[in-house]
């Protein structure tokens, strides 16, 4: 629409200039009444150039934003998965090996930090954990086959937007 807006702007312009000085010698009043037209579409446009680049720059960086933002939603409910593998490491964390009983190439890996109840060191090789999404889809619940809650696994846009450092 600012296009349009312009080039009709543009038209009127190179119009009001181009009719009086085809029709001849112009008296002074007329000169003067061409010169003050233009003078005024003049400072127009340029006064409006700025507002109306700003106003398309805006509108081209909210659009833009929505094109390179990914779609990745929330959480969605994963399969169970079994520990087929806990590795504790030197600084007391845990790097814990998931399969997919249905899927065997369907794999994970957990590491889970050290600290005084990290939920890795009750588990066994064998052991199904279950992953229940949040109800607001930052990430999930690992539970064990019990039900017991053992941690949190945030989604990677909550992890990346979060810290997740104990306080």
Same mark, same amino acid.
């Given at each position: #629409?600012?296009?349009?807006?312009?080039?009709?702007?543009?038209?009127?312009?190179?119009?009001?200039?181009?009719?009086?000085?085809?029709?001849?010698?112009?008296?002074?009043? @007329?000169?003067?009444?061409?010169?003050?037209?233009?003078?005024?579409?003049?400072?127009?446009?340029?006064?409006?150039?700025?507002?109306?680049?700003?106003?398309?720059?805006?509108?081209?960086?909210?659009?833009?934003?929505?094109?390179?933002?990914?779609?990745?939603?929330?959480?969605?409910?994963?399969?169970? #998965?079994?520990? @087929?593998?806990? *590795?504790?490491?030197?600084?007391?964390?845990?790097?814990? /090996?998931?399969?997919?009983?249905?899927?065997? *190439? /369907?794999?994970?890996?957990?590491?889970?930090?050290?600290?005084? *109840?990290?939920?890795?060191?009750?588990?066994?090789?064998?052991?199904?954990?279950?992953?229940?999404?949040?109800?607001?889809?930052?990430?999930?619940?690992?539970?064990?086959?019990?039900?017991?809650?053992?941690?949190?696994?945030?989604?990677?846009?909550?992890?990346?937007? @979060?810290?997740?450092?104990?306080?």
């Amino acid at each position: #629409m600012t296009k349009s807006l312009l080039c009709a702007s543009l038209l009127a312009v190179s119009a009001l200039t181009v009719l009086p000085a085809s029709a001849g010698n112009l008296n002074g009043n @007329q000169a003067s009444g061409v010169s003050a037209v233009i003078s005024v579409y003049t400072v127009s446009f340029i006064a409006a150039s700025p507002v109306l680049l700003v106003a398309k720059g805006s509108q081209s960086v909210r659009e833009g934003s929505k094109r390179t933002k990914p779609d990745t939603g929330k959480a969605a409910p994963l399969p169970p #998965m079994a520990v @087929q593998q806990i *590795d504790r490491q030197p600084d007391g964390g845990f790097h814990v /090996a998931l399969q997919r009983p249905d899927a065997p *190439d /369907a794999t994970a890996l957990i590491d889970w930090p050290a600290r005084a *109840d990290n939920p890795a060191a009750t588990l066994k090789v064998g052991d199904v954990l279950h992953f229940e999404p949040t109800e607001v889809g930052a990430g999930w619940t690992v539970k064990a086959a019990d039900g017991a809650a053992l941690a949190f696994l945030p989604t990677p846009d909550a992890a990346a937007g @979060q810290s997740s450092e104990r306080w």
